[in-house]
Structures are given as structure tokens and as C-alpha cells.
């Protein structure tokens, strides 16, 4: 993306028994639709394996404190229903430089209504 400081925020209505891993697949096919309709030529690429699922602050930004959810969980049973999708790579640079939570910026996010 070109600002890669930029929240993506979309609204995904998933079934209840859905695994995380789904959200994150369904998730990933949404933005990059959403992505072309902006005329972004980044793709972000389909492996889930390059992403996490973390709690999301009010602001869309990664919850940090707590770990990522593991990808064979079951969504409803989270008890959340927004989330925010963060590329690992993106994780790791935050890791190792140090820097406040704050100072993050975030790279998407993937809400759920139930």
C-alpha cells in the first residue's frame, strides 16, 4: 500500500461457528477487492500463514498485550467482535524497534458483528 501507515477498516458478517483462520481468509479476499477498486497495485498475498488475528483497540490498532488468536480457534468463542489483521512481518519490525505500542501504525483491521 502506499501509505503504509493507513488503517484498513472493513465489516464482515460471519457465521457464529466460523474458525479464525476463515475470517482471515475471507478478510484478506475483501481488502485486496477493495484494494483494486482504489487502484492500490499491492495485492496482499492469500497465505494465512503471514498473518495474526489480535484483539483491536478502539482506534483499529493491534492489542499487543495480549497474543495473537490461534488460527484453529473458533471465533464466537474469542467473545470479541473486532479484530485486527496484522501481516507477522509487520509484528516483527514493531519487535524489534523498540517502540511504545503507541508509536505502531497499524496495518488493517476486521471487524465481526454478530
Do not use: H, W
Not at 492469500?46 to 489480535?54: M, P
Not at 464466537?76 to 473486532?82: D, F, H, I, R
Not at 501481516?87 to 517502540?99: H, I, R
Amino acid at each position: 500500500m502506499e501509505d503504509e501507515s493507513q488503517i484498513y477498516s472493513i465489516l464482515i458478517d460471519l457465521p457464529d461457528q466460523c474458525f479464525v483462520v476463515d475470517c482471515v481468509l475471507y478478510s484478506i479476499r475483501l481488502f485486496n477487492q477493495k484494494l483494486s477498486l482504489i487502484n492500490q497495485r499491492r495485492k496482499l498475498p492469500l497465505d494465512t500463514d503471514q498473518y495474526s488475528l489480535y484483539t483491536a483497540k478502539a482506534d483499529g490498532r493491534p492489542y499487543f498485550d495480549f497474543p495473537s488468536f490461534a488460527m484453529n480457534q473458533k471465533l464466537n468463542a474469542t467473545g470479541l467482535q473486532e479484530f485486527c489483521l496484522v501481516e507477522k512481518k509487520y509484528k516483527e519490525d514493531f519487535e524489534s524497534s523498540g517502540s511504545e505500542e503507541s508509536d505502531f501504525e497499524g496495518k488493517s483491521q476486521s471487524e465481526k458483528e454478530v
